[in-house]
């Protein structure tokens, strides 16, 4: 490769020529193999001492430069990627709805949640769901101040350079207020799509598997110039944080964001009643070809804003939106095998092997068949689906894909059928550590009783507790697990933390490896790192604990409040009838089912240890109960009882959320105050027995004016 310095010192114009030239497609290759997340081919300082070379020649032979020299390259050198930002407000994603009963069923719950009947006009928007990627960008008067991707909710990369490159986001708008986040979708048209792939093809580079990826991969590219060059559009949907909030339907906001400069769809429309929903969702579903863009669905939102407000969000979605996914694409292909994954906790989950076939667009070679009465041909609730037709391997099946769920199968052909075909027999032994694989008679799922002694569990677990709305560690993916895990540098979850004791000096260090280079290794090690300090949510749903979800770990985080306090409280529930187990089963949305899966989990010895010592390792931090100045119901445990008269209960205790209060579904010692609506029996007993504050409606409504500052 580069030449030494004293015979750079008696070089040619034309030897600098070739040599620049060399240099130059190593730096670019060494590019794009870090920006498409392949296998990198170069390490850290080589690609530094490379970089330098071309430099230093092009500063003896300017005339030889060229226009777009990569040491020119506008952004971050690659192996320092993008920063991070924290939205003002999370992006969450939206609840899906299949077919018209699911679409009736949401409008049915927005309605029980207000109290509303079901003739009371209730206005809709909706518009085409883009198939692209979120993006939120803020702006301080007027002016485009950030881009920031979605990430994991809370914090994304911040990528404004590459947006700025993308015309239809204004870097100024008229009118704006102080401060706002505007949320939209960047995307590409299909022609656009079409015509960089077919040039990714003809230069012999990776093609990509739909505009949405093609989106993604374009807007992540750390030299603006590629992203510019990929024809990236952008439609906002909606608002984040704000400073003077504006409209007071979602239309009226659309329509204002629309008068500041921002592209908006013009598809919107109004729906007055589920009618006009269903006959909105025929008529995009009927022009979706005639779109310049992949859309999957339509998002419908309550139009009120007022009303988005008092419906609020769950953990993870708005109650006040809806995403209607159109109906799923399928296609037939052969089911050539079926394979067994062992879950995190234990579930034997059968994957069938196709082959290969387009759904869609997409080409599909695996999709699940869930457990083994699904393959049986017996559903959920045992009686027969696909007329009872059982799956074997060597059948002719139909596969079916909606939106970007895993695929699945939907039907068989049992006329093409070969003679010899026989029904498949599931294991009953797991077949990575060959411990019994159980099936409860309560359970669709046959589970490896192998636990922590098998390697397939431990791995899941792993992948878990670093996914990204656990932990988060972004640098250590899946095959990165996978690769330590087999190695034995990590086995437990502590050792993640140990991670740098272990390989980060010495003989086995990281940064000697393959691949690994010194600011690769200690940017994996930094990110670890800064995960130590975490959310007890994220502890609790990293813990991967059967049924504890991430809407259950934020529960249990907010009534808890720290670990310390959550862990006791797991520990004395082992009395199945002590205060203890009142107490969590107390906890909203939390059973008998849930509560018995942590008891389970924290009482045996070696989920404990492995819990313990990741812990030890950690600075959780307590839950911050929102600081509502005078809300006097911050940070307090509610009960509430019998019917309200404002507001249903669901809505009340979604208020009294936000404005930080714990919700428990029964009366103990720590109840503080108790709602009482008329019609309320056992609970009131209670409280007077406990000598609890009750307060009624009245008094309840009161609180939370003075709560939300109305
Ligand atoms: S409204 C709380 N409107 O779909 C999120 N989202 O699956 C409210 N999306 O992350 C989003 N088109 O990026 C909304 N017309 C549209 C959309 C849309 C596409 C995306 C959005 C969101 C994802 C959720």
């Not at 070739?18 to 390490?43: Q, V």
């Not at 060059?229 to 329509?255: C, D, N, T, W, Y």
């Not at 990281?510 to 790192?529: C, N, P």
């Not at 924290?602 to 839950?623: C, G, M, P, S, W």
């Amino acid at each position: 490769m580069a030449e030494g310095t004293t015979k750079e010192q008696d070089m040619t114009p034309e030897d600098a020529s070739r040599e620049m030239r060399e240099l130059d497609s190593i730096i670019r290759r060494a590019n794009e193999a870090y920006f498409r997340g392949d296998a990198p081919i170069i390490d850290d300082a080589e690609y530094d001492r490379t970089k330098r070379q071309l430099r230093d020649l092009e500063q003896r032979f300017p005339e030889l430069k060229s226009d777009d020299s990569p040491t020119e390259t506008v952004g971050a050198p690659p192996s320092e990627g993008f920063g991070k930002a924290t939205h003002e407000i999370r992006m969450l994603s939206l609840d899906n709805a299949f077919g018209e009963d699911e679409l009736r069923e949401f409008d049915a719950r927005v309605r029980r949640f207000l109290g509303w009947e079901s003739d009371r006009e209730l206005q809709y928007e909706a518009e085409p769901k883009i198939d692209g990627l979120s993006i939120s960008l803020t702006y301080s008067d007027g002016t485009l101040q950030r881009a920031t991707t979605r990430g994991d909710g809370a914090r994304g990369e911040v990528v404004t350079r590459n947006a700025l490159t993308i015309p239809d986001i204004p870097q100024t708008l008229r009118n704006s207020p102080t401060f706002m986040e505007v949320r939209g979708e960047i995307y590409m048209s299909l022609n656009d799509f079409a015509a960089l792939n077919q040039l990714q093809a003809d230069t012999g580079a990776k093609t990509y598997m739909n505009p949405r990826n093609a989106a993604a991969g374009s807007l992540r590219q750390l030299d603006p110039g590629v992203t510019k060059s990929r024809k990236l559009q952008f439609m906002a949907h909606g608002l984040g944080g704000i400073s003077e909030p504006f409209g007071s339907s979602q239309m009226e906001v659309m329509e204002c964001l629309s008068g500041m400069g921002m592209p908006t769809n013009p598809l919107a429309e109004i729906c007055r009643d589920i009618d006009d929903m269903l006959n909105y969702f025929s008529r995009l579903e009927e022009n979706r070809s005639t779109l310049s863009y992949d859309i999957d669905g339509v998002v419908f939102k309550v139009n009120d804003t007022s009303l988005q407000s008092r419906l609020g969000s769950s953990s993870t979605a708005p109650r006040w939106a809806i995403s209607a996914k159109f109906p799923a694409e399928t296609a037939w292909t052969t089911l050539r095998e079926i394979e067994i994954q062992i879950g995190r906790t234990g579930a034997l989950s059968p994957v069938a092997r196709l082959d290969p076939v387009t759904v869609g667009g997409v080409v599909v070679s695996n999709a699940t068949l869930h457990n083994e009465d699904y393959i049986a041909g017996v559903g959920s609730a045992g009686l027969p689906i696909r007329d009872g037709k059982d799956l074997r391997v060597g059948d002719w099946v139909q596969v079916y894909r909606a939106g970007d769920v895993i695929p699945k199968v939907a039907d068989v052909d049992i006329s093409r059928r070969g003679r010899q075909s026989s029904s498949y027999v599931f294991p009953m032994i797991c077949p990575v550590c060959e411990s019994p694989a159980i099936r409860e008679e309560t359970d669709a799922v046959r589970r490896c009783s192998g636990e922590f002694t098998c390697a397939a569990q431990r791995v899941e677990r792993l992948k878990h507790l670093v996914s990204r709305n656990a932990f988060n560690i972004e640098g250590l993916g899946d095959k990165l697990i996978e690769q330590f895990h087999s190695e034995g540098l990590i086995k437990s979850p502590v050792d993640i933390f140990r991670l740098e004791s272990v390989v980060g000096s010495g003989d086995n260090r990281l940064e000697a490896r393959h691949g690994w280079g010194t600011r690769s290794a200690s940017k994996l090690f930094d990110e670890i790192e800064a995960r130590r300090r975490i959310g007890l949510e994220r502890v609790i749903f990293g813990l991967g604990i059967r049924h504890v979800g991430e809407g259950v770990s934020e529960r249990l985080a907010r009534h808890f409040g720290s670990w310390d306090a959550f862990a006791r409280a797991v520990d004395g529930a082992v009395e199945p009838e002590g205060d203890a187990w009142a107490e969590l089963v107390s906890v909203e949305g939390i059973g008998a089912t849930i509560a018995n899966s942590l008891v389970r989990a924290f009482h045996d010895k070696r989920v404990r240890t492995a819990i313990e010592e990741l812990v030890n390792e950690l600075q959780v931090e307590d839950v911050e109960t929102p600081q509502v100045a005078e809300s006097g119901i911050s940070g307090i445990n509610i009960v509430f009882t019998g019917t309200l008269e404002t507001m249903t209960r669901a809505e009340a205790k979604a208020r009294a959320e936000a404005l930080g209060a714990r919700i428990a579904g029964s009366v103990s010692t720590r109840t503080d105050l108790l709602v009482q609506g008329p019609g309320s029996g056992s609970k009131a007993r209670k409280a007077e027995e406990l000598g609890v504050r009750v307060i009624d409606e009245a008094g309840w409504l009161e609180l939370v004016e003075a709560g939300s500052g109305e």
